[in-house]
C-alpha cells in the first residue's frame, strides 16, 4: 500500500511539475526550472511516506465514538431510549488480533449498551487461531444481547466455519431471518448480496421480512448499504449497514462514493433511517487516512433527531 501510495503522490506530483513548467516556462530562469523534477520527485516521497504512516497510526488508534439519535413514531414508549450498539467490520484475524478486539470490546462495554450490533465482516479469514482471536466477543456485555448479520467476508472465510466460530464467541448469528426482543421490536440480519458467489441464495425478502415488519418496529442488520428503500417499504424502521470503510483509504472515497451513493452516515427516507458505518478494522493493510476507525452509538428517543461525533476519550 506504500507503494501505491508512493506511484499516486509521484503521479501528482509530475502532473505538478508539468504544470508549472507550462505556466512558468517563460518567466523563470531554465536553471531553477531543470531542478524542479528532483523537488517534486523527494516532495511526493515525503508525503506518500507520511500518508501511510500517519494511516497506520489512525488504523490502530482507539475508534471515536459516533452517537446518534433517532426520534421513531412507531418505537415502543418502553424502549424509549435505547442504547444500541453498531460495529461493523472487525476483519479479526493476522492484522486485527486478539488484542485489539479487547480493547475494542472494552470501549462497547463502557457505553453500557442494551444491545449490540455487528454489520458483518467479523471474520477476515479462515486461518488457525480464529477462535483465539475472537474470544474476546465473550467479553461483551450487552442487556439484550449480542447479534450479528453475515458480510462477505464470513462467505469468503467459509460460512459455515465463520458461523460456528461466531457461536463459540457468544454471538447470535441472524442468517436471513428475525426475531423478537424484549417482546418490543423486531430484530432482522439478512447475508450479504455475494452469499450467491459462494454457492448460496438469496431469500425472497417477503419470506423473511413479513407483514409483521408493518406492525412492530423493526431494525435490520444488512452489510451492504443496498435497497434501503425496498427494505423501507417492507416495514424496516432502522437499516444497519458497513461494508464501505467510507474508502478506508483516501482518496479511494471517491471510487467508493460512485460504487455506493449511500457510502457513510445517517440517511432518511420516508419514515425510515439508515446508518452506514465506516467501520471498526481494516481489510488489507492496517492503514486508514482520513476514514480513522468508528463505534457507533445509536439511542432511539422520542422527540430528537441528530448526528454528532467525538473522538476517543
Ligand atoms: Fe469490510
Known amino acids: 500500500m506504500g507503494l501505491i501510495y508512493l506511484l499516486i503522490f509521484l503521479s501528482l506530483g509530475q502532473l505538478t511539475q508539468w504544470s508549472v513548467a507550462r505556466l512558468f516556462g517563460k518567466i523563470v530562469n531554465p536553471k531553477v526550472l531543470a ?13 506518500a511516506l507520511f500518508m501511510a504512516g500517519w494511516g497506520m497510526v489512525q488504523a490502530l488508534s482507539a475508534p471515536g465514538i459516533t452517537r446518534i439519535e433517532i426520534n421513531h413514531s412507531r418505537l415502543p414508549l418502553a424502549l424509549d431510549g435505547i442504547n444500541i450498539i453498531q460495529v461493523s467490520d472487525f476483519h479479526a484475524g493476522a492484522i486485527v488480533g486478539a488484542s485489539r478486539m479487547k480493547e475494542i470490546v472494552s470501549q462497547i462495554n463502557s457505553l453500557d449498551p442494551d444491545l449490540v450490533l455487528i454489520t458483518g465482516d467479523i471474520v477476515d479469514m479462515n486461518e488457525s487461531g480464529m477462535t483465539g482471536v475472537l474470544a474476546p466477543l465473550k467479553g461483551l456485555r450487552s442487556r439484550l444481547g ?50 450467491a ?33 425496498e427494505f423501507s417499504k417492507q416495514g424496516i424502521d432502522i437499516m444497519l449497514s458497513g461494508h464501505t470503510h467510507r474508502g478506508q483509504i483516501w482518496p479511494f472515497r ?60
Open 254 to 313: 471517491y471510487l467508493i462514493d460512485i460504487m455506493f451513493p449511500r457510502s457513510y452516515g445517517l440517511f432518511r427516507y420516508r419514515n425510515s433511517y439508515l446508518f452506514v458505518s465506516r467501520g471498526v478494522g481494516t481489510w488489507g493493510p492496517p492503514m486508514r487516512v482520513g476514514s480513522p476507525p468508528e463505534i457507533v452509538q445509536l439511542t432511539l428517543y422520542a422527540s430528537r433527531s441528530s448526528i454528532e461525533e467525538s473522538g476517543p476519550d
Open 35 to 47: 531542478r524542479t523534477p528532483n523537488i517534486f520527485f523527494l516532495g511526493s516521497v515525503i508525503i
Open 146 to 195: 449480542v447479534f450479528a448479520s453475515a458480510g462477505n467476508h464470513e462467505f469468503i472465510a467459509g460460512i459455515d466455519r465463520s458461523s460456528d466460530l461466531l457461536k463459540k464467541s457468544g454471538v447470535r448469528f441472524l442468517r436471513n431471518e428475525g426475531v423478537v426482543i424484549d417482546d418490543g421490536f423486531l430484530l432482522y440480519g439478512i447475508d450479504d448480496s455475494s452469499a
Open 197 to 229: 458467489r459462494f454457492g448460496g441464495e438469496m431469500p425472497e425478502l417477503q419470506k423473511i421480512i413479513g407483514a409483521e415488519a408493518r406492525d412492530k418496529f423493526s431494525i435490520l442488520m444488512y452489510h451492504r448499504p443496498w435497497g434501503f428503500e
